[in-house]
């Protein structure tokens, strides 16, 4: 079964309106004024798109691949160029995804246990809050396991979200983080929950026992089963831009994503560094957060996701 489904256009094309002046304007001010496209325009062309948070190697690709395909004269028109652009990002994604899991999932095995990851205020705490509404619509039971025991307004932060959606969270008076992950997956096997979702303090790889800690988390979810965690998703925010690859890097040292929850994309010029995460890191971007309400958490739908851009 499909774990939940939730896909709005016009919410997505709405939050990537900056995304998109930051891409679609400035591409279309290049070519403003220009019949045909010479290899002035085409140099011009690669360092708008490279200022535009797609990413200097994917820029690069594009216009190389620009200069293959569009041989002719007849070729190099301004639509032809904007069209090959826009289907090469489309193809990036579509690279990105194959790479895809999630969307069949046996329940023999219950519960789908979810951990979230991520550094400060990236957005966990809230995309699960988001998560745990997708579950529960789509017909799941869920509960939420509140392992932040790292900041003391935490678990209050993660209960509003828990009482906004209805669902239950478990919360345990310790600083042991694993401590938590073993009380909720009790209770989840006990008492037959579909989706345990696993809120986690903010860590930076400078602090080196947090991150440490998250094997130990992991460890505690094995000892329930050993193809859980079923997903661990990174959540990365929209405005981080270069230093969300970054963020990627490190975590990546410490333990396996399974996915991205890229977060913020509402508000935020920087959308286009979605593509260069899918061509570095080669993992899939699973949820996209466009807006702080409990709907505002979408599938991640690649033709979706450029069409909004290029949308107008
Ligand atoms: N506009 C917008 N705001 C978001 C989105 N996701 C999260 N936020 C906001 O970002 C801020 C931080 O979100 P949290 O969910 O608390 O982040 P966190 O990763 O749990 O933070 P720590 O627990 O402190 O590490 C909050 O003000 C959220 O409302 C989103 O998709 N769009
Ligand atoms: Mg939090």
């Known amino acids: 079964m499909k774990l939940f489904n939730n896909f709005n256009f016009d919410r997505l094309k709405n939050s990537l309106t900056k995304t998109r002046d930051n891409i ?28 535009s948070d797609i990413g200097a190697s994917v820029s690069e ?7 293959k395909l569009l041989v002719n004269e007849k070729d190099r028109s301004v639509d032809n160029i904007k069209e090959l652009i826009k289907n090469e990002l489309l193809s990036i994604l579509r690279m990105g995804l194959q790479q895809k899991d999630k969307e069949e999932f046996s329940f023999s095995n219950k519960p789908y246990v979810i951990l979230i990851i991520g550094i400060n205020g990236s957005g966990k705490t809230t995309s ?10 789509s017909g799941n039971n ?10 003391a307004a935490a678990n ?12 239950p969270i478990v919360k345990v008076n310790t600083k042991d983080p694993s401590a938590v992950v073993y009380e909720a997956l009790s209770i989840a096997k006990k008492d037959n929950y579909d989706v345990v979702l696993i809120d986690t303090a ?10 440490v800690e998250l094997n130990k988390i992991k460890n505690v979810i094995k000892k329930f089963d050993d193809g859980a965690p079923n997903e661990t998703l990174l959540v990365l925010d929209g405005n981080s831009g270069q230093n969300a690859l970054q963020q990627v890097k490190e975590f990546e040292k410490y333990t396996d994503i399974t996915g991205l929850i890229i977060t913020k994309l509402d508000g935020t010029t920087k959308g286009g560094v979605v593509f260069q995460i899918v061509t570095d890191k080669k993992i899939p971007v699973k949820y996209i957060g466009v807006g702080e309400n409990v709907e505002d958490l979408q599938d991640f739908e690649p033709s979706q996701y450029v069409e909004a851009i290029f949308n107008t």
């Open 24 to 51: 679609l304007t400035k591409i279309n001010e290049t070519l403003s004024g220009k019949v045909k496209i010479d290899e002035v325009t085409l140099e011009q062309l690669e360092e708008t798109l490279i200022s």
């Open 156 to 167: 209050d932060q993660l209960q509003i979200w828990a009482d906004r959606v209805g669902v």
């Open 142 to 151: 869920v509960i939420i396991a509140s392992a932040d025991t790292f900041r």
């Open 202 to 211: 903010g860590r930076l790889h400078t602090q080196k026992n947090l991150m």
């Open 128 to 137: 699960i809050g988001k998560l745990a509404h997708n579950f529960k619509k």
């Open 61 to 67: 690709a594009i216009i190389e691949k620009a200069r």
